[in-house]
C-alpha cells in the first residue's frame, strides 16, 4: 500500500507528464483547470495515464463526471448548483470537496472541484 505522500509523488509526474507543468505547480490544492491549465481532452490523457501508472482501471466518467450540472439536469437553478445537485456531487464524487463547494455552490464554480488532492483521494480509495 502507498503512503499519501508516495500517491501525491505519482500523481503530480502523472500531471507533469500530460499537462507540461512544472512539478512545483503540482500541489495538492493545485486545481487542473484553474491552476494547471487542464481542457477536457487532458482528462481522458489524465485517466489513461493514472490507469497504467498504479494498475488500477477507471471506468469512463467516474473520476471526471460528466454532465454534472447541465441546464437540463434539474439540478441547477439561477447558476447554481441545488441542494439536490449537491447531494448528486456528493454521491458521484466522494473523493471530491464537495462542502466547500457548497458554500457557494455557482456553477461556474464546479471546476474547482478537480483538485490534485481530489485525484489523490480518488486513487487511494482504489489502491484500498
Avoid: Y
Wanted: charged share 30%.
Amino acid at each position: 500500500m502507498l503512503s499519501a505522500d508516495e500517491v501525491l509523488d505519482k500523481v503530480r509526474e502523472t500531471l507533469v507528464d500530460a499537462l507540461g507543468v512544472d512539478d512545483d505547480e503540482v500541489t495538492s490544492t493545485a486545481t487542473l483547470i484553474g491552476d494547471l491549465g487542464a481542457e477536457s481532452i487532458d482528462f481522458l490523457d489524465i485517466v489513461f495515464r493514472l490507469e497504467k501508472c498504479f494498475d488500477i482501471k477507471i471506468p469512463r466518467g467516474e473520476l471526471f463526471p460528466e454532465n454534472l450540472a447541465t441546464a437540463d439536469s434539474g439540478f441547477v437553478k439561477d447558476g447554481k448548483v441545488t441542494p439536490e445537485g449537491i447531494e448528486q456531487l456528493r454521491a458521484r464524487m466522494p473523493h471530491a470537496d464537495i462542502d466547500s463547494f457548497a458554500s457557494n455552490p455557482a456553477v461556474s464554480r464546479l471546476s474547482d472541484l478537480f483538485t490534485v488532492g481530489m485525484i489523490c483521494r480518488f486513487v487511494q480509495a482504489r489502491l484500498k
